[in-house]
Each structure stands twice: as structure tokens, then as C-alpha cells.
């Protein structure tokens, strides 16, 4: 009986989502960079880079085992072209690193850490469901922002308002 790899799969519902959310990083002006709905809303440039980098945390738990939030190294956001091949970087990573991803390895522990103390620990398998669906629910954030912003927000599981998908 054939077991199921569980990297594949994680792998097709990223293709799933990937589009879609280039297309939504493509859209984001450097001048909204500093945006934020609300004092205590994160900024349009800072949320933009999160989105952009989540894939990267997918990467990082299935390689290195860890993410220390203290030395992870994190982008720094300048221009929008920028961004989109920093994104395009983090999405070949992790399609590498899910296509050869056994069911054992994810079966082995992930550890978010601070300077060394451990804050979070779980199989890889938790960590890249986890980190995938906080990356779409980013991504709905980020379309939100759009939307205050009148940036034309693009079909992401259907039509939108500004972009019907043809």
C-alpha cells in the first residue's frame, strides 16, 4: 500500500494559493508602504512582507528544524519589483523542500525559538498546516488593505469586484 506524502500534498494546495497572492504582492504601491487602517494595525508595507515571507518559514521548519526569532533572517523591503523576487525566491524554496520531504521528517519536531528559549514546538506536519493557513488569512488582510486603498484587489478563489478573472 502506497503511503500518502504528505509533502506533496501541502505542495499542491501552495500552487493553489501562490498565484494568487503574487498577484496581490505585484498590486501594492511602495507608497502605501507605511498605511495602516488603524494605529494599532500592523503597516501595508510590513504585512506585504510577512505575506511574502511566510513560505520561507515553511522552508526553514522542514530544513533547519528551527526558527529563532532573534537571528531569522528577514528581508528588507525597498521597492515593489523588490519584493515580488523576494517572494518568487521563498516560493522555489519551499516547492524544493515539500517535493523531497519524507512523511518521517515531518513527523519530526519544529521549534520556534528566542534567543534560544524555546517558545513553540510541534511535528513539522502541524507546523506546515499552521504556517499555511496563517499565510492565507494574511493574504485576506492584505486584500482588505487593498480594498481601503482602492487598489483593484485580483480574483483569488473567484471573481472580485475589480478583477473578473479574464
Same mark, same amino acid.
Given at each position: 500500500?502506497?503511503?500518502?506524502?504528505?509533502?506533496?500534498?501541502?505542495?499542491?494546495?501552495?500552487?493553489?494559493?501562490?498565484?494568487?497572492?503574487?498577484?496581490?504582492?505585484?498590486?501594492?504601491?511602495?507608497?502605501?508602504?507605511?498605511?495602516?487602517?488603524?494605529?494599532?494595525?500592523? @503597516?501595508?508595507?510590513?504585512?506585504?512582507?510577512?505575506?511574502?515571507? $511566510?513560505?520561507? /518559514?515553511?522552508?526553514?521548519?522542514?530544513?533547519?528544524? %528551527?526558527?529563532?526569532?532573534?537571528?531569522?533572517?528577514?528581508?528588507?523591503l525597498n521597492t515593489a519589483a523588490e519584493l515580488v523576487a523576494h517572494y518568487d525566491e521563498n516560493i522555489d524554496g519551499v516547492r524544493r523542500a515539500l517535493s523531497k520531504v519524507s512523511n518521517e521528517e515531518l513527523s519530526e519536531s519544529f521549534?520556534?525559538?528566542?534567543?534560544?528559549?524555546?517558545?513553540? @514546538?510541534?511535528?513539522?506536519?502541524?507546523?506546515?498546516?499552521?504556517? $499555511?493557513?496563517? /499565510?492565507?488569512?494574511?493574504?485576506?488582510?492584505?486584500? %482588505?488593505?487593498?480594498?481601503?486603498?482602492?487598489?483593484?484587489?485580483?480574483?483569488?478563489?473567484?471573481?472580485?469586484?475589480?478583477?473578473?478573472?479574464?
Open positions: 500500500m502506497d503511503t500518502v506524502a504528505f509533502g506533496i500534498e501541502f505542495l499542491r494546495e501552495l500552487e493553489a494559493e501562490s498565484g494568487a497572492t503574487r498577484k496581490c504582492l505585484e498590486r501594492i504601491p511602495e507608497r502605501t508602504y507605511d498605511w495602516k487602517p488603524h494605529e494599532k494595525s500592523m @503597516s501595508m508595507g510590513y504585512l506585504a512582507l510577512l505575506v511574502a515571507e $511566510i513560505p520561507k /518559514w515553511i522552508t526553514y521548519s522542514i530544513e533547519q528544524s %528551527v526558527i529563532d526569532l532573534a537571528t531569522f533572517p528577514h528581508f528588507k521549534f520556534l525559538k528566542n534567543n534560544g528559549q524555546t517558545l513553540y @514546538s510541534a511535528p513539522k506536519k502541524e507546523n506546515v498546516i499552521s504556517s $499555511i493557513n496563517h /499565510w492565507v488569512h494574511h493574504r485576506g488582510q492584505l486584500t %482588505v488593505y487593498m480594498r481601503l486603498n482602492n487598489i483593484a484587489v485580483p480574483s483569488i478563489y473567484g471573481p472580485s469586484a475589480d478583477d473578473k478573472g479574464f
